[in-house]
């Protein structure tokens, strides 16, 4: 069974770091993109990061030199490093993989079909 849950959300100052991360089971991390998207009410999924299939990782334009994303393949977990977070940041975020055991729906990004999702955490930063 193909499980995403992430952690690490909250509420923090403008100009504040946070860590999200993303604990996986039921597939390997390593061959899949894993990506982080997030989501404002009345708003689209918007991607944030990945780390593609071939381990290149791609920013949001938004969030270059503020973010990073990596993962530990031997831990099964994928995380988002947040730095100088900004009020437009505040949004609830949600870990995926394009890992997929049957055909379904899916949100293309960065050349990658992400299929399975977490249930997502939120993060806060007031103005």
């Known amino acids: 069974q193909v499980q995403l849950v992430e952690s690490g959300g909250g509420s923090v100052q403008a100009g504040g770091s946070l860590r999200l991360v993303c604990a996986t089971s039921g597939f390997p991390l390593s061959g899949y993109c894993m990506g982080w998207f997030r989501q404002v009410p009345g708003k689209e999924l918007e991607g944030v990061a990945v780390?593609?299939?071939?381990?290149?990782?791609t920013y949001a334009d938004s969030v270059k030199g503020r973010f990073t994303i990596s993962k530990d393949n031997a831990k099964n977990t994928l995380y988002l490093q947040m730095n100088t977070l900004k009020n437009e940041d505040t949004a609830k975020y949600y870990c995926?993989?394009?890992?997929?055991?049957?055909?379904?729906?899916?949100?293309?990004?960065?050349?990658?079909?992400?299929?399975?999702w977490g249930q997502g955490t939120q993060v806060t930063v007031p103005s």
């Open positions: 780390i593609d299939r071939d381990g290149a990782s």
């Open positions: 995926g993989t394009d890992f997929a055991l049957t055909p379904g729906p899916t949100r293309r990004w960065v050349g990658c079909a992400f299929r399975y």
